[in-house]
């Protein structure tokens, strides 16, 4: 059954501590993005990628996050230094674009739960 | 941009009872897919249904409908027969059908109550 796995499921960390959340997207898939969800903002999109290269990462504070896909199994979502405000679960999701995009379904990992001190 | 929008925070509704979840959205572009997305508090987030902009036909699920209507731009969910597990979070969702523009835009949710 294949599925998007992110680690770690939770985290708790103190304020200017470095945080890096990682993603194994679906096998075959070649867009993966990173939603943060809070009671606030809801769900808003920090970044995603198309065949390994980023696409879009208006969404993400660039003076503390970065998100970057090392290989095709791979996508990390690190912040440094974390701060309170960054409390929130963070969601990987993967999908198909171009000619194989089939339905355009994006399926999610279980998400993130960031607690920052 | 594509914008969507839920106007009801929440919804409540008595078991074996149906419910009608609104969406309207604002795109410019004629190829795109819509999507329920469920999330219960465990927070996993459930595809519930789709629809293709291109088909005339409402998708259904068992007991999720929607009724799509292309030029009000309106995506409602209609839960029949409700069940308890049905509560959750109900999420609509727009995806472009642009090579290039494919991010999933969500609404603000809304939140499902199932009465026993």
């Known amino acids: 059954d294949a599925r998007v796995t992110q680690t770690p499921r939770h985290k708790v960390t103190e304020m200017g501590q470095e945080v890096t959340m990682r993603c194994q997207p679906i096998?075959?898939?070649?867009?993966v993005f990173w939603y943060r969800q809070t009671m606030m903002q809801g769900l808003e999109l920090l970044a995603y990628?198309?065949?390994?290269?980023?696409?879009?990462d208006s969404g993400m504070p660039k003076d503390r996050f970065s998100a970057e896909m090392p290989d095709a199994t791979l996508a990390t979502l690190k912040i440094q230094p974390s701060e309170p405000r960054d409390s929130a679960v963070y969601f990987c999701?993967?999908?198909?674009?171009?000619?194989?995009?089939?339905?355009?379904?994006?399926?999610f990992g279980e998400g993130s739960r960031l607690t920052v001190l | 941009a594509q914008t969507v929008t839920q106007s009801q925070p929440e919804m409540s509704v008595q078991e074996a009872e149906t419910v009608t979840l609104s969406c309207t959205y604002d795109?410019?572009?004629?190829?795109?897919?819509l999507f329920w997305y469920k999330q219960p508090p465990s927070r996993q987030m459930i595809l519930v249904i789709r629809?293709?902009?291109?088909?005339?036909q409402n998708a259904t699920e068992n007991r999720f409908s929607v009724n799509f209507q292309k030029a009000a731009k309106s995506f409602s969910l209609k839960i029949s027969d409700s069940q308890l597990g049905d509560a959750a979070m109900y999420f609509c969702?727009?995806?472009?059908?642009?090579?290039?523009?494919?991010?999933?835009?969500f609404g603000a949710g809304t939140i499902l109550r199932v009465k026993s």
């Open positions: 999701a993967s999908g198909l674009s171009g000619l194989a995009k089939r339905t355009g379904e994006l399926f």
């Open positions: 096998l075959g898939h070649n867009t």
């Open positions: 990628f198309r065949n390994r290269a980023p696409l879009d």
């Open positions: 795109t410019s572009e004629s190829d795109y897919y």
């Open positions: 629809q293709e902009a291109y088909k005339q």
């Open positions: 969702a727009y995806r472009s059908a642009i090579e290039y523009g494919n991010k999933l835009v």
